[in-house]
Every structure is written in structure tokens, then in C-alpha cells.
């Protein structure tokens, strides 16, 4: 009943190609060397480079290209006819690489890609081209770094419906807020730190405000719910606006500060938002500490799965990108998305204001009469209940910092109430608004 | 390059057979007929269930198999040719479980099995039958229940050379180990809580003395090693001599005691133990509650992989039952141990009186002079020393529990100790002796 040859048969090396050799690459060379005889006895073959190709040849990148063919020009890597996988390391959603993935695929090549930009934007289209020409897209290096949970939710969770899925999806994100923990830090101060100890980018824009956990949430819901791949449907919030005091009052509460990615089905309809979160102490997202990833999976016959792992750097994206060229390697794999493109739903967005919750809400007040009064009148019209609310002592003319907890309600009334402070001359700045995770 | 069938190409139902419907059997008959249509769309065909065979026909099992052809002898099973795949939940490792699986991929069918007794002692003999027929032989469910950590390693983690693999296999110690730490209990007080809340047998011996966990360890061993699954080579302690001060003074050392099944690599042998330990605060151990389980592998490219879910009950075992029957109706398997049987290593076991370590003991002796001497004494002469030593004050002529952690000795140092140590008239029962987790 099987397709796969006999195992006695020997089988020829897989043949694979790298395109761009930054410091990913730079790890899949050195993986498949160090690795090399234990992967050619799991992989039941040998996996060889033979050809690398990426923009400036002479670039000191740590490692030794020299055994392997080089090409100036990615397209060499599509031609050559002595090429069974490409890896494309180039980035960016689209441009060359996509243009690279495109014709690997629609000349039959077996694709590996760590591009979650890509995959976020033209998943669909790629994983088409795969099909049409019966040839692997595969991707696990884009959620999760070295985390194999596209293969986890793809394969490992296949027999159950997902009712959500969510994670600290981004590292960056991650060491900041950890940083903030540990040391009271502003936003500002603990980004610094994260830059300076290379955690962080000069820009951290794409990591900071969500961008980059969008990404991964869109694939992982398209994989957990059976839904066509929409990014446009991602809403994103980041870490920006938030203050030492709500890292501190969130612990107070019993909680801890994560940027979550949550993916929730409610009725036909989806719900993906990336924003920052109050963990309660009792969930193990609580723990994550410094630039590690997690997901749950909440299937409706396993439970709660929970996976932990480096979700970036150069040894844990290449694992994962090696786990696919095996895959390939052992003809272990199937269609991108776990079902033919066509038989994906579209899911429409799901109304974020009905979304039901606690929310925490941290207000920054003149220490004026009347202030309270008009925080707790807000929320009574729009009918928020308050289940507990902190405000610290301070100096005397300082500013007065408010954080409360409201009893379950949807996520629309607090705008409401929220939009009825604004226009309060006491308020100072933007209130902070966070959903608590639900257990 | 690949051997897929197209995908526009309808494929024929994947015919299944269930023998043996007990809690878990009925679990799978729940799960394929709830995820019916889903399953379906992931697995590329429907998935039937055509024939169920177990002892007791007219057993009330809570779910209605009318609609099964019913099969007294499960001997009928393997010599239907109907049936493409059978699923073991029979139980035993030997007698008809056995029996049924050598025959059934004897007969080509393949084989889903939640058995762990069977695959720890009769895995390799099964796999080799099922490479010469060229059949699936897969058992997602006998290590760590809903996890689908044999995937994880198997595949996920498949390009890393593996140092160590560890973890909570047994969710009835797990269970037993928390009550002891939230209420205060004695091993016996917590076991009696799990036996009535149905957490524990009522000969519970399989489970506290590390049996089962030895069995998934070994599992795990080969998978990451790419060595011979060595049952008699795993040892075993269990948790019934721990008492309440050990969880207690763990505490108060910044620990908590979990039984841990540890398989490492020492050079060319393995270690392989089942035993309580001093898992630190700070590793995510620490914090699985109840009677989930938790596996981590440590690959030399992926770093630390961290998986938590349920590690038994009806529900999450289906769902790894059915996963790997989903991977065999997509052709997405290989060999069972990720490898040829004839290629996996013969590995001695490792010296574990060698192995270098912190170690937690408890000594409960009588309030006399000279006590603290005597232990003093057996370390210095065994060359151990210490880091941190606990002496509870208690009402004067009450035994005195001492708890004391060593700085990095050998086992066979503290061994020798202990050994002197018995000679004491002073010592009350015998010494508890437990590893620290190294990070």
C-alpha cells in the first residue's frame, strides 16, 4: 500500500541549492557539514549543497563556500537541471525572492523557505504552483524559528478542530518585556539594552509594533483552522506605549506582560489580532522568558498542546530548515497548508468589539478632585464593571497612575468608555488597553 | 520527484480496524466520527472505520458500535481484505497484543499502536517486520499521550544530533508530586487523592514505581539517538519514598522534586534513568501541574525544545491515534525509528555511578549528639562536599529530618557516603537521594 521504496534500495543524494548566505545560511552550511553522516542515516540519503548563490561572493561569512558551485545569479539555481531543492534565504515579501520561489516551484523544484513575509503574503499562490506541479513548499522555519510547529499543528494536532491557537511569536517583543520584568525598565531604556545586545534592530519597527508575529499568526491560523491565508484580516498592536508601571501593575494583578498572537475561531468567522496580553501566573506563557517563542494549540480532543523554543538566531532557523529538507528527502510531505489550496475556507473577520473579556486598563491622571469620579462614571455608562482597580500613593502633584481590571465585557464597550475619557482634561496621554488571556 | 499521487486524483477511504474498545478505543470511535468531514480534508480521503473486535460484545461502552462489522476473534482482523490499517489498544506486551501486531504487518496492514510495554520490549522485531513488508508501523500514542513529541523528534527535530532527552512521562506521579506540594501531603495521603479521583490504579505500582516511564523513555532514547531500543538497559526508582519534607526542603532550596526520565549521551554509551529529581525553578519543569507530561530534547543546532500537553485520558491519546492514521492516508511516514533497524547503534549503557552532578539528600535521624558529625564525616571521607545543609528545629526528642545538596560529585561518591552512613544507629529509614536537573 505504500509508495516508498523498499529501504534496501539505495537512494541518490538530495541535491540542494542555497540562495542568499547571510547568517541563516551561514547556519544551514554549517548544519549539513556537522551533521552531515547523522542526517544522511535519518534522511535515508545523503543531502549535498551544490550550488550557493547570494548578492556579493567575497563577503567574509564565517564559513567555507569554496566546495560548492557559486552563482551571481539566483535564476542559475531555477536552470540547473542538477538541483532538486532550493533554499531561499534572500527575505522580503517580495521582490527577488519571491520571484525565485515562484520559478523554483514552476520548474518542479522542491522549495524550503524561513521567508515568513513571503508565506504571510503569497502562501496561497505558492502553495498553488506546488500543487500544479506536485513538488514541496515547505516552510517550517517561518513561525517559531527552531519550534517545529508547523509540522506539530500540520501533522502532530491533525485529528482535531483548533478553537484557537496563539503565542509569544516574537523573540524581540519578548526580551524587552522580560527585560522590563526584571528591571523596571522603561520601553525605552530595555529597546536600548535589546539593540545593544543585537536582540533588536537599529529600525525595530517590524518586530516592535507586531508586524513581524502578524506574519506567523496569519500561517498558523490558515493551518489551524483550514482557512484561506489572509493577512490583510490581522489586526496589530505592539509593546510602543507601554510603561514600567503596567509591567508592574500587571504583576500586582497576578499576571505577566506578552505580546500574544491569537488566532480564535467564533462561528464561521475568525478572529487574528496581535497585541500586548495579561498572562495569569497559571498559564505557561507566563514563563517564556528572554527572546524564546511559545505556542498553545487548543484542539477539541487533545486539549492544550504547548511548544517552547528559540524562535530565532542562526543554529535553531537552520534546524528547522534542514527538518524540511529532510522531510523532502524521506518524501515525507504533503500539500503546504495541510489540505489543496481550493479546499480552503475564507473566513471572514470576526467583530473584534464583540469579542467578550477581561481587560486590563491603565490610565496616566492629574492628581486632581474629581478625577476618579469621572474615570468610574465612564465605565458605569458605557457598562463596564470594575473587578479591581489600583492606584498607587505618590507625590503630591505628580501625575497619578490608575490601573484596573474590568469584570468580563465586550472589548466594545470599553472604547466606549475609553472614548468618553478622551475627551477629560485630566487624562494624560493614551490610556493602555490589554485583554487578559483567557485560560 | 515525488511519488504523491496528484492531488486533483480521488483517493480511495483509508479502511480501518480497532482492536480493542476499551476508554481509549471508544475515544477513537468518538474522535473519527466528531472530526469526521475535517479529517477528511486533511487527510486527502475519508477515514472509515470498517471493523472493531474486542472481548466483550455487549459491554455498554458508551458509544454505539452498530454500525462496525463486529469481530470476535481479532485474528479476523488481519486476514480481512478490507482493512488497510489496524490499531492496536489491546494492551500488554505480550500475549495477543503482540500476537495481533506481528500478524497484522506480517499480512502487510499497517499499524497504530498506543502500546508502550509492547514497543519498549518488542519495537525493534515489529519495526523490522514492518521494513520488509514495506508497511507503516506508528505509535504517536505511547510516549507522552496527546504530544506529539515521537513527530516532534522524529521529524521536527531530525537535523540535530540530540545530547540529552528528558522529561514528565508518567501523569500519575506528575499528579501525585503536585498534591504533595500544594497540601502538604505524604506520598500515601496523595495517592489515595489519586486513586479516588481515578489519576491512579488501585495497584498503582506501574506507574509509581517509573515502569511506564521507563518504557516511554527507551521509546525516546532510540528515536534520538539512533540506538537499539534497549529496555533492560533503563533504570528505574519510583516516587514512594519521598516524603513531605523532601518536597518542602526542595522548595526551600528553590526546587521542585518531579519524577524525570533522563536519556543522555556520554560519549559513545547512554544513560538512561527514571528517578525523582530537583528540577530548578527556572526550567519550565518546574511548572507542569497535574497529570499533564512535558518532554524536552536538546539538539546541538535547535538548542532546548520544550512540549507540554496531556499525557493520557481517552481523548488526547485518540487524537495521537488518529494523527498517525491521518499520516499513513496521506503517505507520510518512514521508518518507525526514523532509520533502518540494521543502522541503529548498539550503545552500552553509561557508568552511572561516573556521572558528575549536584545532588539532594534527606537523611531523617534521631535528635542525638554527634549525629551532625557522623554525616560530616561520611562526605569529607567520600570526598563530597557541601553546598547547602537544612536542619529543620523540632520538639526535642522528635526525629530530625536533615535535607543537604552537594557541590558536583560523582554518584558513586555519595553512593560511598551514603553506604558508611548506613552503619549509623542514629539513622532513622533509609537516605533519599536525588540529582539536581543541570541546565
Redesign the interface.
Known amino acids: 500500500?505504500?509508495?516508498?521504496?523498499?529501504?534496501s534500495t539505495p537512494r541518490p543524494p538530495l541535491r540542494v541549492a542555497l540562495a542568499g548566505i547571510g547568517v541563516v545560511g551561514g547556519?544551514v552550511v554549517r548544519?549539513l557539514e556537522?551533521?552531515r553522516d547523522?542526517?544522511a542515516?535519518?534522511?535515508?540519503r545523503a543531502i549535498e549543497i551544490v550550488a550557493v548563490s547570494a548578492r556579493d561572493r567575497h563577503k567574509d561569512r564565517g564559513v567555507d563556500l569554496g566546495a560548492y558551485r557559486w552563482e551571481d545569479d539566483m535564476g542559475a539555481l531555477v536552470a540547473a537541471d542538477d538541483i532538486?531543492v532550493v533554499v531561499e534565504m534572500v527575505g522580503g515579501a517580495d521582490g527577488p525572492a519571491l520571484t525565485l520561489a515562484r520559478q523554483a516551484l514552476s520548474a518542479?523544484k522542491?522549495l524550503v523557505t524561513a521567508n515568513k513575509a513571503m508565506i504571510a503574503h503569497h502562501g496561497l499562490d505558492l502553495a498553488r504552483i506546488a500543487?500544479e506541479k506536485?513538488?514541496?513548499l515547505k516552510y517550517?522555519a517561518a513561525v517559531a524559528g527552531?519550534?517545529?510547529v508547523i509540522?506539530?499543528i500540520r501533522?502532530?494536532?491533525?485529528?482535531?478542530?483548533i478553537a484557537r491557537v496563539y503565542g509569544i511569536l516574537n523573540g524581540t517583543c519578548n526580551y524587552i518585556l522580560t527585560l522590563m520584568e526584571r528591571e523596571g525598565a522603561s520601553f525605552a531604556a530595555a529597546l536600548a539594552s535589546a539593540q545593544a545586545e543585537g536582540y533588536a534592530e537599529a529600525d525595530p519597527s517590524f518586530d516592535v509594533d507586531g508586524v513581524d508575529a502578524a506574519h506567523k499568526l496569519a500561517i498558523l491560523a490558515a493551518l489551524c483552522f483550514?482557512t484561506r491565508l489572509d493577512i490583510g484580516a490581522v489586526t496589530a498592536s505592539g509593546i510602543r506605549d507601554l510603561i514600567a508601571a503596567d509591567i508592574r501593575e500587571a504583576e500586582a494583578l497576578g499576571h505577566r506582560v506578552r505580546l500574544i498572537g491569537m488566532a480564535e475561531r467564533s462561528g464561521e468567522a475568525l478572529y487574528q489580532h496581535v497585541q500586548p496580553c495579561l498572562v495569569p501566573a497559571?498559564h505557561?506563557l507566563a514563563?517564556v522568558?528572554g527572546a524564546l517563542n511559545a505556542v498553545v494549540a487548543e484542539?477539541?480532543?487533545?486539549?492544550?498542546?504547548?511548544?517552547?523554543?528559540?524562535g530565532a538566531g542562526a543554529?535553531?532557523t537552520?534546524?528547522?530548515?534542514?527538518?524540511d529538507?529532510?522531510?523532502i528527502a524521506?518524501?515525507?510531505?504533503?500539500?503546504a497548508f495541510?489540505?489543496?489550496v481550493d479546499?480552503l475556507d475564507a473566513a471572514p473577520a470576526a467583530d473584534a468589539g464583540a469579542r467578550i473579556g477581561k481587560y486590563y486598563v491603565r490610565l496616566v491622571v492629574e492628581d486632581r478632585v474629581g478625577v476618579l469620579a469621572e474615570i468610574a462614571t465612564a465605565m458605569r455608562d458605557a457598562s463596564v464593571s470594575i473587578e479591581s482597580f489600583i492606584q498607587r500613593g505618590n507625590d503630591e502633584g505628580d501625575d497619578v497612575v490608575i490601573a484596573l481590571v474590568t469584570h468580563e465585557c465586550p472589548a466594545r464597550a470599553i472604547g466606549a468608555a475609553l472614548d468618553a475619557l478622551s475627551a477629560s482634561d485630566h487624562l494624560v496621554g493614551k490610556p493602555m488597553l490589554m485583554p487578559i488571556l483567557a485560560l
Do not use: C, Q, W
Not at 299 to 310: I, K, P, T, Y
Open positions: 500500500m505504500s509508495p516508498h521504496p523498499s529501504p547556519g548544519l556537522a551533521n547523522l542526517i542515516r535519518r534522511a535515508g532538486d518542479g522542491a500543487e506536485d513538488t514541496p517550517e527552531g519550534i517545529p509540522k506539530a501533522e502532530g494536532a491533525s485529528a482535531n478542530e483550514g497559571d505557561p514563563y522568558p484542539g477539541n480532543f487533545v486539549g492544550r498542546l504547548f511548544f517552547e523554543g528559540a543554529g535553531p537552520a534546524s528547522a530548515i534542514v527538518a529538507i529532510i522531510d524521506r518524501d515525507e510531505y504533503g500539500p495541510a489540505m489543496p479546499s
